[in-house]
């Protein structure tokens, strides 16, 4: 089983228009609402992909039964628990005519201590072994720092795998319970080891460290410039699909969906990479974080595979 765990989940509304101006009205052209956060995002994707998850973390307020009504007309399984905060919504402000994208993301509910030791109760309760776990996203004020090394700590000790997109303290401390599989971006990676930004060469050497650490799979994502895996067979480069962007929010989401592919169908290095590349570019050309499907992914698989060299230093 794919368990997919979102500590803050959102309501993503989206609105889309010709020209954005601070301080003036502006008119919207098109809008959506879609569920999300990053774990839930994870398993929209998934689903598409024709494979099953469950969802895990903290839901409330007026939004609460709209997003168990969603996952439920979706197929996704859930185990939410409900807390007294209510669950927040983000907005996505995409300007066609200056090619722009803007969020404003909400702080999300307080989540109480018994909440939370409820949610852990019910974390230990549902994973098994064999079981793939995704911590994803930010979390909630009341959340310690040092959430998703002890959800790791719980995972490996029953068997289960662990994928990690997470960014700051969050990531570091995640990293000292070695998760199976993480997937930092270059911003992400460069807050990592207290840099500013980082070249092509000093991400390569950052992933290769992460692998000696441990970590099986390092996949960092670069955005239009592609994306770079590490693994213990060594470093595939992957450039980046040109693609029309219609929305940026959810494609580091569906990267991580399709390396948990990749890990349930048993893909090599060189597939995962690029079944992360095109679906990365699948869902760029969506609106909102509407998921990507499975077709929309392969028909850029050639493309993406064209476009993965292996490093040779």
Do not use: W
């Not at 090394?149 to 000790?157: D, G, N, Q, S, V």
């Amino acid at each position: 089983m794919v368990i997919t765990v979102t500590m803050n989940p959102a309501m993503d509304k989206t609105l889309v228009l010709d020209g954005f101006t601070l301080g003036e009205v502006n008119r919207v052209v098109l809008g959506r609402n879609d569920i999300g956060g990053k774990g839930i995002n994870v398993s929209k994707v998934l689903k598409e992909f024709g494979e099953d998850s469950l969802a895990l973390g903290f839901l409330g307020g007026i939004l609460e039964e709209v997003f168990l009504k969603e996952l439920k007309t979706m197929g996704i399984g859930q185990r939410f628990v409900p807390v007294k905060g209510s669950t927040r919504t983000n907005i996505k402000v995409v300007d066609r005519v200056k090619g722009t994208f803007t969020d404003i993301n909400e702080p999300g509910p307080v989540i109480q201590e018994e909440e939370l030791t409820e949610f852990l109760r019910l974390y230990r309760e549902t994973v098994t072994s064999g079981d793939v776990v995704v911590l994803s996203g930010g979390v909630s004020e009341g959340i310690p720092v040092k959430i998703y090394r002890l959800l790791t700590e719980i995972a490996k000790e029953k068997g289960a795998l662990v994928a990690l997109d997470a960014e700051g303290e969050l990531f570091r401390e995640a990293l000292e319970a070695k998760p199976d599989m993480v997937k930092p971006n270059d911003r992400e990676l460069a807050l990592y080891l207290g840099k500013e930004h980082l070249t092509e060469d000093e991400i390569v050497d950052a992933a290769k460290e992460l692998v000696a650490k441990g970590i099986s799979k390092v996949l960092v994502s670069r955005g239009e410039k592609g994306s770079i895996l590490a693994t213990a067979e060594g470093i595939l480069k992957a450039e980046g699909l040109k693609v029309l962007v219609k929305s940026t929010v959810g494609a580091g989401d569906s990267m991580v969906a399709a390396i948990i592919y990749s890990v349930l169908k048993g893909y090599g290095p060189r597939e995962t990479l690029a079944m992360a590349q095109a679906a990365g570019a699948a869902a760029v050309m969506t609106e909102g974080t509407k998921a990507c499907t499975l077709q929309e992914v392969e028909s850029l698989l050639q493309a993406a595979t064209e476009k993965i060299k292996e490093e040779k230093r």
